[in-house]
């Protein structure tokens, strides 16, 4: 079989980018030992230099406590490299074997065990699938108990870019391995709660071990939200890697922080290309450019992203200007132009005159429907916009405005965590976070997080209480949940029915939470809809308005919701059953409820064995009770008698 030292690789062909060993090394830690093709160009197969974007690639494929377990699984999530700006999606699979076992045993092994993870870096969110073929690869491969065979990950990468192609998005396969069901059974009524945290853009951390049980409950999470997995994490991994303090320093001036830009519609684009942007920008009817994104072949994204230059061999990086006062800034992650958030008040015969106006303005020229999306920093009286390609979401909407663009402009998803990247919970560039984490310092500090996710008790700990109030689910949430967990329920003795049918199923529960996004965003659009909003709490919608990602799908129109049933699809009248329902969440997720729950119970145990262990003394002791008062009742009665004659 082929050996390491194989001359450079071909340009990828397909969605996989790179095929990865990260092993443990007793004095390096873990390091990379082969890459194909090489991570840096002009290295070799075996070096084990890494992209400074990439520098966490080692702790994330080999994870933190990897030796507590004979194998594992790890989801994580890289940042884009150069002029790039699509996520990278890791699968790393995890194994370790005893060096003894091994045929051919290198000078630098000098453990019993040896660890070693066989990682796929595509371009392509299809999780399930890449670890299904990661993991038959990595048992062949540690198989060969000589790890210098490479000939096998070679062949893999060949397989994978030649089978895999971005037509897999639109189908199933793209939900393999995430289970919903399994999701409503574990979470029960808790699962409304989780999807609406996500929806306000909080910090949430999810903790457990092993990683794959934490990925897959995050990522399951995450494919409730109709589009999430196939279009909406293409920019939930922008953050930059910690450097030394001096390096820091000198990065201030030249990098501009993620919260300077705010997003821009396709007229305000225009407006600034006709110079017209002096302080009145106007709304775009139907479509803004976040929603359109750049079709490039896999190939020649690649090569953007190590060459990162424009056709004419320049590099396109523009430097944007500092701010010059207090004034010409907006507030921290403001994300929309007050214009755009202004547009639901506009008449909607307006709202048509302003798109056919703007649309006749538009340039024929030099704004293709393929450019990047453009952002626009906020100025101080300038007159005139900087505009920045390739910053926000950019991601591919439906006709319903889904996915929401809510891991863009700095929310991050990062389905696990390495320990050294910490320091990314408190940065001033992320805004919030849906994380994953094995190690327990992530947990104790409680501070750095909105919410804790703990897998292994299905308990969501919220901090702040005015956030708590917000998540109480009202009575037609309830109803919602009971449903879910009802239909999930039932069969579920039946080893032949469990599972195999619609209703109750993992794509009939993703069928649920959109037909509920969907009516929440038709009733708020609706007028006078203060009534039907009650239904999904109106403390919910307003903080929910607050959000990035609801001023994104605001800053559009969608016809297609005017056809979508605009009320809770369990609104109705209260019945006696909603007060057993508000009964059972009160106990199983307040403190005090749980505390008089376990009271409840303990008291129960207690009760029953001590009936057991003195059921027979108090039992005869009350017979010889009743039997003595019955003779002294007698005796009285004919004392009383005698009295009378």
């Not at 003894?100 to 371009?123: F, G, M």
Request: glycine share 8%.
């Amino acid at each position: 079989m082929e050996k390491r030292g194989a001359p450079p690789a071909a340009p990828p062909r397909g969605p996989v980018l790179h095929i990865v060993v990260v092993g443990f090394h007793h004095k390096k830690g873990c390091q990379v030992e082969f890459s194909y093709p090489p991570l840096k160009p002009g290295e070799g197969h075996d070096s084990h230099s890494l992209p400074e974007e990439w520098k966490y690639l080692p702790f994330l494929a080999l994870p933190d406590g990897a030796h507590n377990y004979q194998e594992d699984t790890v989801f994580f999530h890289l940042p884009p490299r150069c002029g790039d700006r699509t996520t990278v999606y890791g699968v790393s699979c995890y194994r370790q074997i005893e060096a003894k076992a091994l045929k051919v045993r290198q000078a630098d092994i000098t453990r019993e065990t040896v660890q070693k993870s066989v990682c796929v870096l595509s371009q392509l969110p299809l999780y399930g699938l890449l670890q299904a073929k990661l993991q038959l690869i990595t048992h062949a491969y540690f198989e060969e108990k000589d790890f210098s065979q490479i000939s096998i990950l070679k062949e893999l990468y060949d397989h994978m870019n030649s089978s895999l192609g971005s037509t897999l998005l639109e189908g199933s396969q793209v939900y393999l391995g995430l289970s919903p069901r399994d999701l409503v059974l574990h979470f029960r009524h808790k699962v409304l709660i989780l999807f609406k945290l996500i929806l306000l853009e909080k910090k949430v951390l999810f903790y457990i071990s092993p990683v794959n049980r934490l990925v897959g409950a995050l990522m399951t999470v995450l494919s409730l939200f109709p589009g999430m997995i196939e279009h909406g994490l293409t920019d939930c991994s922008q953050y930059r890697p910690r450097k030394s303090i001096s390096e820091d320093a000198g990065l201030q001036e030249d990098t501009p922080r993620l919260d300077d830009y705010v997003s821009v519609s396709a007229a305000d684009t225009s407006n600034a290309n006709l110079g017209m942007g002096k302080g009145s920008r106007k709304v775009a009817g139907d479509h803004s450019l976040e929603g359109q994104k750049a079709n490039m072949p896999f190939s020649q994204s690649e090569k953007t992203c190590n060459g990162a230059r424009s056709s004419n061999g320049t590099v396109q990086r523009l430097k944007v200007p500092s701010r010059t006062s207090p004034a010409s800034s907006e507030s921290d992650w403001e994300t929309l132009d007050p214009s755009v958030l202004e547009e639901s008040n506009l008449k909607e015969g307006e709202r048509e005159n302003t798109a056919s106006e703007q649309a006749e303005n538009l340039p024929s020229k030099g704004m293709s429907s393929e450019s990047l999306p453009i952002t626009v920093q906020p100025q101080a009286n300038t007159g005139y916009a900087v505009l920045v390609p390739g910053l926000i979401s950019g991601l591919e909407e439906d006709q319903y405005g889904m996915p929401l663009a809510i891991f863009t402009k700095g929310y991050l998803c990062l389905p696990y965590m390495a320990l050294q990247q910490h320091h990314l919970l408190s940065d001033v560039t992320v805004r919030g976070f849906v994380a994953g984490a094995t190690n327990i310092l992530f947990r104790q500090q409680k501070h750095l997080s909105d919410a804790i996710v703990e897998i292994e008790d299905a308990h969501v700990q919220i901090h702040d209480p005015e956030l708590r109030k917000i998540l109480n689910p009202t009575t037609a949430d309830l109803r919602f949940a009971d449903y879910l967990v009802k239909h999930v329920t039932e069969n579920r003795d039946d080893v032949f029915l469990d599972g195999t049918g619609w209703e109750g199923g993992d794509e009939w529960i993703r069928a649920q939470f959109s037909a509920y996004l969907h009516a929440l965003l038709a009733a708020v659009l609706q007028p006078d809809n203060e009534k039907t909003l009650s239904d999904f709490g109106m403390a919910f919608v307003a903080a929910w308005k607050n959000t990035h990602n609801y001023r994104v799908w605001n800053s559009n129109k969608h016809p297609a919701l005017a056809e979508v049933n605009s009320s809770h699809p369990f609104q109705g009248q209260y019945s006696v059953s909603d007060v057993k329902l508000r009964l059972s969440h009160s106990v199983q997720n307040s403190e005090r409820g749980k505390k008089i729950g376990n009271v409840m119970v303990s008291t129960s145990r207690n009760v029953v064995q001590t009936g057991k262990a003195v059921g027979q003394s108090v039992g005869g002791a009350f017979t010889s009770a009743k039997s003595a008062m019955s003779s002294w009742f007698s005796t009285f009665t004919q004392s009383t008698q005698s009295l009378g004659d």
